[in-house]
C-alpha cells in the first residue's frame, strides 16, 4: 500500500492544516454511523475550509484604496476572473461552498463516473463557460481515488484552452495513488486535499476513506 507523509507530497500539493477542528470534522464524516443530514452539515465545513485555502493560492496585484478617514490603504486584489468546475454528482456538493465565498461565480459541469465494475472514468457531458480559457478554474470533487476522473476533468479544460498551471484542484480526502498519478500528469497543477489517507482498496475505493462521497451526501 502506497502512502504519502504531508513532506513527501508533491510541492504542487497542499494539504489542509491538520487542526483540532479539521480532524474532528473529518472524524464525523468518516463514521459509518453517521446520518445524512450530518455528513452534509460537516462535509460542507470541511468544503468551506478547502475553498477558503484554495482562494489563498490565486494570483493577487497591489492596490491602493481611500479609508473613510482620508487615508490610503496598500492592500491586494485578485488578479483574474475564475470559475468553477464541479465533477458530477459528487462534485456539486461542492458548489455552494464556492458560491459562499465568490458571490455569483460561474460554474460549470462535467459529468464523469466511474464504472463500478472497473472503477474506470467514463465522460458522459460538459457544460463549461464560454470564456473559460481566460479564467482560473478551481475543479471541484471530494474525492480523488486512482485519479481517473479527476486527469479525464481536467483534460476537458485542456482542451477548451485553459492552461495547466491555471486549474486548482480541490478535495476533501485523496489516495497516495491518486495524488502520484495526477502530479505526474499535471506537474504544474495545484492541488489542495483535506487528506491523503492510505490507499486503495480493490474495489479502487479510497480507505479508510468515507465510503462513496455522493451516496452518503445525496443519497444514503
Ligand atoms: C467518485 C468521486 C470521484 C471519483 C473518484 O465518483 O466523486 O468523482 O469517484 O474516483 P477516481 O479517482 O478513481 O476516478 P463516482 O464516479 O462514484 O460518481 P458520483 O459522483 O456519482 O458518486
Known amino acids: 500500500m502506497a502512502t504519502i507523509s504531508v513532506q513527501d507530497a508533491p ?3 497542499t494539504i489542509l492544516k491538520q487542526t483540532p477542528q479539521l480532524l474532528s470534522l473529518m472524524t464525523i464524516i468518516r463514521d459509518v454511523r453517521t446520518q445524512r443530514g450530518d455528513f452534509v452539515f460537516y462535509s460542507n465545513r470541511i468544503i468551506r475550509l478547502l ?18 478617514t482620508d487615508l490610503s490603504y496598500a492592500g491586494l486584489k485578485f488578479q483574474g476572473k475564475i470559475c468553477g468546475v464541479s ?4 462534485g456539486e456538493s461542492m458548489e455552494q461552498g464556492l458560491r459562499d465565498c465568490c458571490r455569483s461565480v460561474r460554474i460549470g459541469k462535467i459529468l464523469i463516473q466511474r464504472d463500478d465494475e472497473t472503477a474506470e472514468a467514463k465522460l458522459y457531458y460538459a ?9 482560473y478554474v478551481l475543479l471541484l470533487d471530494p474525492m480523488l481515488a486512482t485519479g481517473g476522473s479527476a486527469i479525464m476533468a481536467v483534460d476537458v479544460l485542456i482542451s477548451k484552452g485553459v492552461p495547466e498551471e491555471r486549474i486548482l484542484f480541490l478535495n476533501l480526502i485523496s489516495s497516495p495513488e491518486g495524488i502520484d498519478a ?4 499535471f506537474p ?17 475505493f479510497v480507505i479508510p ?12
Open 87 to 90: 465533477i458530477m454528482r459528487a
Open 182 to 185: 495526477f502530479a505526474a500528469r
Open 188 to 204: 504544474k497543477l495545484k492541488v489542495v486535499t483535506g487528506f491523503i489517507d492510505q490507499g486503495l482498496n480493490d474495489k479502487k
Open 51 to 68: 475553498v477558503e485555502e484554495g482562494l489563498n493560492h490565486l494570483p493577487v496585484e497591489e492596490c491602493v484604496v481611500s479609508t473613510p
Open 127 to 135: 457544460k463549461l463557460p464560454e470564456d473559460i480559457a481566460s479564467r
Open 11 to 13: 510541492s504542487t500539493v
Open 209 to 220: 476513506g468515507l465510503g462513496d462521497f455522493g451516496d452518503r451526501y445525496y443519497c444514503l
